[in-house]
């Protein structure tokens, strides 16, 4: 404890050096040379690199690491746009990337567009005047900019994660395969109870329309008549929870789906759909009594710890974060010479818990 003590107290005593030009004369190498170091070592002699490190051994100094990158034909950045911070989906995939680029030696800065297209475009703007490497972004939907996508796709590397607008369909995306997630859970539910009810979401979300179309499809061929609730807003600025809890707040007010299966768009909805669900006094589960059931879709980290805990079907997040930076390495190195865009999906594994 002592000689930790002693370690902190000697760092704290070393001379403060605040720019490379009085780096240079505190260790007596020149400016170019530390900036070489600061690039990649192996560009100097071993000799000057002793030197070097003896030096900023004996001061207090953190190069500035945009003036490092100046000269360099690549910063070593890739801007990563994500639409929502309360959203523990994004969290996972935002993990994801930064677990892939950290392991490729990449920086990752992350913003956050809060479900405003005008935050979304001043993000992609920022990474455009900060010259990174390339961009990830997970799209708002039909809100985003598309005029501003457009300009960052043609002024850098540019991929679409999660949500791929139907106007960019030229435009490399990694994400999950909807109509196999989703059908999968639909099958679930119509072997196991009545056929679902699909609890949607305003259409203004590419994802929720690919997932409602594949319920669709998958209740047509097992021979059963689709039936979608809640494509309407229900309350103005109202997104996810607040929507999945009025809607079927107002069904089971007037008494309706009480003993059905509910499948709803995402977890998030989900965990609305309950929320309803506890108020009128309801307990949806494979073993309540009742018949009712509630799933969702896309493994929200929570899922396992609602009450009841929540059946789902889990996105391969890991392998989306995985993908999309390797292909934005790939096009950043130019080893990218089809002009065709590359779609990758991942299926969708399915997650049963009490809940259905």
Request: proline share 6%; charged share 20%.
């Amino acid at each position: 404890m002592v000689e930790q003590i002693r370690k902190e107290a000697s760092a704290l005593s070393k001379p403060l050096i605040k720019t490379m030009e009085e780096l240079s004369v505190a260790i007596g190498v020149s400016r170019p040379t530390l900036s070489r170091f600061f690039q990649d070592p192996a560009l100097v002699k071993p000799k000057t690199v002793a030197r070097i490190e003896a030096g900023l051994a004996q001061v207090e100094y953190v190069p500035n690491f945009f003036a490092t990158r100046l000269n360099r034909k690549s910063t070593g950045i890739i801007g990563v746009i994500i639409p929502y911070l309360n959203d523990l989906f994004f969290t996972k995939l935002l993990e994801s990337v930064e677990a892939a680029a950290r392991e490729a030696g990449l920086t990752v800065i992350t913003q956050c567009s809060h479900s405003d297209p005008a935050i979304e475009a001043r993000a992609a703007e920022t990474f455009m005047s900060m010259n990174v490497d390339g961009a990830l972004v997970a799209p708002l939907g039909d809100h985003s900019d598309q005029a501003v996508q457009r300009r960052l796709r043609s002024r850098l590397p540019f991929v679409l994660m999660d949500s791929r607008p139907k106007t960019m369909l030229d435009v490399d995306f990694v994400g999950t395969n909807h109509f196999q997630s989703t059908g999968l859970i639909t099958e679930y539910l119509c072997r196991v109870g009545p056929p679902p009810v699909f609890l949607a979401m305003p259409r203004v979300n590419f994802n929720a329309v690919e997932r409602e179309a594949a319920y669709i499809a998958k209740m047509q061929a097992l021979g059963f008549e689709p039936e979608v609730i809640g494509t309407d807003l229900m309350g103005e600025g109202w997104h996810f929870e607040e929507h999945g809890e009025a809607v079927l707040d107002a069904e089971f007010g007037q008494g309706y789906l009480t003993d059905r299966s509910i499948l709803c768009v995402n977890d998030r909805v989900a965990i609305g759909a309950i929320r309803a669900a506890a108020r009128h006094g309801l307990v949806p589960g494979r073993a309540a009594s009742g018949g009712l059931r509630i799933a969702g879709h896309d493994d929200y980290p929570l899922c396992p710890y609602l009450n009841p805990a929540l059946t789902t079907v889990a996105q391969n997040t890991d392998a989306i974060g995985k993908k999309a930076v390797s292909r934005i390495i790939q096009i950043i190195s130019g080893d990218v010479t089809d002009a065709t865009p590359e779609v990758t999906l991942f299926d969708g594994h399915l997650k049963l818990r009490e809940s259905a």
